[in-house]
């Protein structure tokens, strides 16, 4: 089964199902049979597809039971059961408020989800609903994942079913100590004051706590996370046999990870093991837990992200990988052979594939995909097959069914590039991008791809538009298909450039440690040598560079742009973060540590205290007017200081949009406005 967009409405989404054995794909459950189009989301669901950048409409999720005879459907704030056999859709929810979060027991036979901050689990027989917390109200929830969780931490959950479906772990979240921002969301139609609890760095965080609650008895029995309220709960998993459950806690400055386990009486939790680093610890979901009790465990203490195999008493038995490279996920776990699958950069920092190895002696990963571009698995839990979808710059994401061994069962989503693609009358007339490398200041290898403008004349000279995200959570340069948005640019006779500056992903420590307590040093260090040596190809004219990014991008071109003797003439800004004390928690205090113990480079990285480098006319800002991620501020504050000091600027605004610019209509005229933009700036 698979998510796929209306061909009518790329916006809406409809479950498709293909059988295995053969046959074509089929429509499942078609969202707009089931959707109005003019549903309104309840406040808690909207932050949380915000939080999950989901876009769509429609079917977004779903969940098969463990006997996959039954498939849940979340869709609009309700929940449907669709039959395997039958194909007869049926609701299990029908309320005024908003189902979120919904979750199968794995024993079948009940449904569980979060309703007004209050967690409920469903009879599916009976249709019988009651509350297992107390009701949530105000600024108490109860089986949601706060803010920062879901921003920054990656758990997107407050409640963990067991295996044996008799209990459920579930959180309680107190914002109580949060800051309130008073921020507007201002549309096209009117104005709306938010008071958002946003907890900026160096300030209070939710107070999270946790309780495992016995369906049978209604009993509820605390976790003890430790004195320490001030933490961040991380991870949290039950033990296979459900006789324990296992906490990974955080320390506020994110260099201390506690892996613990809880017997289900409660009392104090056993330490199994604790992950320690003078920057962060960078969190994962790669604990996997053996039959036998034996666990699998990530991380990065020997310079790379490895795995490594630990007994049930957390005893270290051996390390199962390593090497010059890191592994991205564990994909699956084979204990009838004694492997572990994973995927990784193995060969080189461009590509992706999936790899197995095994656990129990020394030897090297073994490919299973193919070479020479970039994948992404989803492998069954035995390893007796995998879902995997492939790209590279001459091959559009293509997904098929694969066996064991790699070799393709059946095709679900050819995406030929035939006669019938939208993209095969270009296919032969843009250039392949060209990869290479440079050397940062430190040695590290940075990579870079180019697109040349169709027809490229080598003894001419082009203008450049540098392509950019540049922080933590993105690797660009890679062997996979180009960015349609990278070849509107060629198309309009652009060089297209992109280079993975330090403290981007994917790599050793080393490099993505360069960046602590420096946003804004060496990242931008290697973003300026780059346009430097473009500076020095004869193709490119050194007088037209520009530098263009949306988020941590927009930050980087901002600070590209202020940067003394830059060689960027214009750049454009979306949504940048400019002034890191007005910016979440977790996320900044991992790189920046607080403002109060590292104020001289908060002072140092903010972007108003370099804007007399800027330019005139250089810059172009961008920003969602109901942006709950990073604020509004950060825009309206550098709009301020521009014009105090008379620096002339292009400012664009989008009403009703958060983070991301989300409707089709609304990208076609962002697009259109760069192409202006850039070609006032680069080509006259």
Same mark, same amino acid.
């Given at each position: ?17 293909? $059988? ?520 490119? $004219? ?143």
């Amino acid at each position: 089964t698979f998510l796929k967009p209306k061909l009518t409405n790329a916006t809406v989404q409809d479950l498709w199902a293909v $059988d295995v054995k053969g046959g074509a794909p089929y429509v499942l459950v078609d969202a707009d049979s089931l959707s109005s189009e003019g549903k309104e989301l309840s406040e808690a669901e909207k932050a949380r597809r915000e939080r999950m950048r989901v876009s769509a409409r429609g079917v977004v999720a779903y969940d098969w039971d463990p006997s996959s005879k039954t498939l849940l459907v979340p869709l609009d704030g309700d929940i449907y059961l669709v039959d395997r056999a039958t194909k007869k859709i049926s609701r299990a929810t029908e309320t005024p408020g908003d189902e979120v979060d919904a979750k199968l027991n794995p024993k079948g036979g009940q449904v569980a989800y979060v309703r007004d901050q209050t967690l409920y689990v469903r009879d599916l027989a009976t249709g019988s609903e009651r509350a297992i917390t107390p009701k949530g109200e105000g600024v108490i929830s109860y089986g949601v994942a706060e803010f920062i969780a879901q921003e920054e931490l990656n758990r997107y959950t407050g409640y963990w079913w067991s295996p044996d479906g008799t209990k459920i772990v579930y959180a309680k979240v107190d914002e109580s100590p949060v800051d309130i921002v008073e921020r507007f969301e201002i549309s096209g139609t009117g104005t709306r004051t938010v008071d958002q609890r946003y907890p900026k760095a160096g300030r209070p965080n939710a107070i999270v706590t946790l309780f495992v609650h016995d369906l049978k008895t209604g009993t509820d029995v605390p976790l003890d996370l430790g004195a320490n309220s001030d933490i961040y709960l991380a991870r949290v998993n039950w033990s296979p046999d459900g006789q324990s459950v296992f906490v990974q806690r955080l320390s506020r400055d994110q260099k201390t990870l506690d892996l613990l386990q809880y017997p289900l009486t409660g009392g104090a939790p056993r330490t199994v093991l604790t992950e320690t680093s003078d920057t962060w610890v960078e969190l994962n979901n790669d604990l996997r837990f053996l039959k036998d009790g034996r666990f699998l465990w990530a991380s990065e203490r020997d310079g790379n992200n490895h795995l490594y195999l630990y007994d049930k008493d957390g005893k270290l038995i051996r390390q199962v990988t390593q090497g010059d490279f890191p592994v991205a996920k564990v994909a699956a776990v084979d204990e009838a052979k004694g492997e572990v699958w994973f995927e990784s950069s193995y060969k080189t920092v461009v590509e992706m594939g999936l790899y197995k190895t095994s656990y129990l002696k020394p030897s090297e990963p073994v490919a299973v995909t193919k070479a020479g571009g970039w994948w992404s698995t989803d492998v069954s839990p035995n390893a007796r097959a995998f879902i995997g979808t492939y790209a590279d710059p001459q091959t559009p994401a293509q997904t098929g069914l694969y066996d064991a061994t790699g070799k393709r069962v059946r095709w679900i989503e050819e995406n030929a590039l035939d006669a019938k693609h939208p993209y095969f009358a270009y296919k032969d007339t843009y250039s392949a991008p060209e990869f290479g490398t440079l050397k940062a200041v430190d040695g590290e290898d940075l990579h870079w791809l180019m697109l040349k403008p169709r027809g490229f004349d080598p003894a001419k000279k082009y203008p450049v538009i540098v392509s950019i995200y540049g922080g933590p959570a993105r690797q660009d340069v890679r062997r996979g298909w180009v960015s349609p948005a990278n070849r509107l640019f060629q198309e309009a006779g652009y060089i297209v450039f992109t280079l993975d500056n330090r403290g981007t992903p994917n790599r050793s420590v080393k490099f993505q440690r360069a960046i602590y307590k420096q946003f804004g040093g060496p990242d931008i260090d290697d973003q300026i040598m780059g346009a430097k040596w473009l500076q020095s190809l004869p193709y490119v $004219d050194p007088a037209k560079i520009g530098i263009m990014g949306w988020s941590q991008g927009g930050f980087v071109t901002l600070m590209a742009l202020t940067a003394k003797d830059t060689p960027f003439v214009a750049g454009a800004a979306g949504a940048p973060p400019t002034e890191w004390g007005l910016y979440d928690t977790a996320y900044t205090e991992r790189y920046m540590s607080t403002p109060q113990a590292n104020a001289e480079n908060y002072a140092k990285y903010d972007v108003v205290n370099r804007l007399d480098n800027l330019k005139p006319g250089s810059l172009l800002l961008m920003h969602g007017m109901a942006d709950d991620n990073v604020i509004l501020q950060n825009t309206t504050r550098v709009v301020d200081a521009l014009q105090k000091k008379s620096i002339p600027f292009e400012l664009m605004l989008f009403p009703g949009d958060r983070h991301g610019i989300r409707s089709n209509e609304k990208n076609l005229f962002r697009y259109r406005f760069y192409l202006d933009f850039f070609d006032r700036k680069l080509k006259k």
